[in-house]
Structure formats: structure tokens, C-alpha cells
């Protein structure tokens, strides 16, 4: 039987440390051979007309873990991620992350490092700046916020967007290395989101075995493909209807 190990779950929504929030935390090394799981998860106030999805997202990628269960606070705020990627950034080199957001980053102004110079310096990134270039939380910003979180990530990241608003956020992530993208429409039912969590983690085990493959092109859709959609006629009942 898979079991997940789940290292932590980081609730985030104002730029600050109180707008980050430890959700569940499990220290214990994970069993040989798993890889721990750590999940960012937006609890902005804009999350509530989503929050059916993003509990049945979540219950998907907890459910036979040892946070199998775990409860969400209030939903308000803004969506201040970077910050809180921040302060967790320790965990990120060994762990596998998910992102779980209705939006994108629209609060961080300071200087990112997104990646490393031919001479192995930093490259860094003043984000206020881009702000400006892009006249909003957009195009070069989104562009950059995506390139650090895949620069302090060390393991696979799946980020994972809720409704229409996190379709750009979506499209700055795909074609990245041991990046898996999905959007989740609002009204999507159970069967279709537990579909879509095991397709991700199918093409993350794929992207395991084969590290040249080529990243993943397109943001898998709700609308399930072929593969998903065998996945789910070999599943069993009682596991597409636990969270109802």
C-alpha cells in the first residue's frame, strides 16, 4: 500500500511572518525509500469561492499520510507566497512541494535569486522593478516568481491552480524541469480532482525514471485526458466518494 509522508503543510497569505502559517509539521525522517511531501497552501480571503476544491485537493494529496485529516483555518488575506516559501526555504532541497493557489504572488517587492550566473554567482532579481516593467503583477514578475521557485526547490514541485485566476501563474511554470502544472476549474467533482493529483504524481514518477524527459508541455486540465480517465475506471468507489 503507497503511503505519502507528509513533512509539512504551510498555510500563506499576508507578506509577514504572522501570514505564515504552520499547519501540520511531522519532523520524523520519512520511511526508506519515500520521499516527505512539504505543501504550500494559499489561504488568501479570494480562496473561499474555491474552498470545496481546495479541500478536496488537499484531502487527495493527504489521504493515506500522516496528515491524513488535517483542518483549514479561516480563509482571508492576500496571496504573500514568496514569503512564505521563504521562511521554509530549509525544507525545499529535500523535500517535494506542492503549491496550492487560486491566484499568484502579488505582494513581494524585495530581491529574488532565481538562479545562478555562468560564473556561478547569484541572479538576482529586484522584483519592485519588475512590477514596474510589467505595470502590475504580471509577465516579468510572474516569469521571475517562477524561476526562483524553481531555483530553491530541490526535488519535484507541482503547482496546482484553482479557477481561472491561476491559469497565468500555470503558464509560467510548465515547460520547466521536474515541474508539474494542473488547473483545477471551480466545480470540478471529486472524481476529476483525484484524477488530476494522480496524473501529477504519475508524471513525476515518469520524470524519476527518465531525468532527460522532456518536461511537461502543456497545463493538464480538468477536462481529463485518456490516461487520467483510465486512472479513475480502475480505481475503486469507495476511494473517489471518501471525501464526499
Not at 505582494?107 to 560564473?119: E, S
Request: with cysteine; charged share 20%; aromatic share 6%.
Amino acid at each position: 500500500e503507497e503511503r505519502r509522508w507528509i513533512a509539512a503543510v504551510i498555510g500563506f497569505n499576508f507578506p509577514t511572518d504572522e501570514g505564515v502559517h504552520l499547519l501540520f509539521e511531522d519532523a520524523t525522517p520519512p520511511p526508506d525509500g519515500v520521499v516527505g511531501l512539504v505543501l504550500f497552501v494559499d489561504m488568501s480571503h479570494s480562496m473561499n469561492d474555491h474552498v470545496r476544491e481546495l479541500k478536496t485537493i488537499l484531502a487527495a494529496w493527504l489521504a493515506k499520510s500522516n496528515a491524513e485529516g488535517l483542518k483549514l483555518p479561516k480563509l482571508e488575506g492576500c496571496t504573500g507566497m514568496v514569503h512564505a516559501v521563504q521562511k521554509h526555504a530549509h525544507l525545499l532541497s529535500t523535500h517535494d512541494v506542492v503549491v496550492l493557489t487560486d491566484g499568484y504572488e502579488n505582494q513581494f517587492k524585495g530581491t529574488l535569486t532565481v538562479g545562478r550566473n555562468d560564473d556561478g554567482s547569484p541572479m538576482n532579481v529586484n522584483m519592485e522593478e519588475c512590477v514596474n516593467h510589467s505595470q502590475g503583477f504580471k509577465g516579468e514578475y510572474l516569469i521571475n516568481v517562477a524561476s526562483y521557485l524553481m531555483h530553491v526547490c530541490g526535488a519535484q514541485l507541482y503547482f496546482v491552480g484553482l479557477g481561472a485566476d491561476a491559469e497565468q501563474m500555470a503558464q509560467h511554470m510548465i515547460k520547466r524541469r521536474n515541474c508539474h502544472v494542473a488547473v483545477v476549474r471551480k466545480g470540478a467533482n471529486i472524481a476529476e480532482i483525484h484524477g488530476t493529483v494522480r496524473q501529477l504524481r504519475g508524471n513525476a514518477a515518469l520524470t524519476l525514471k527518465e531525468p532527460e524527459r522532456e518536461p511537461q508541455q502543456d497545463v493538464i486540465k480538468v477536462q481529463l485526458s485518456a490516461e487520467a480517465i483510465a486512472q479513475l475506471d480502475a480505481m475503486a468507489v469507495a476511494e473517489i466518494r471518501q471525501m464526499e
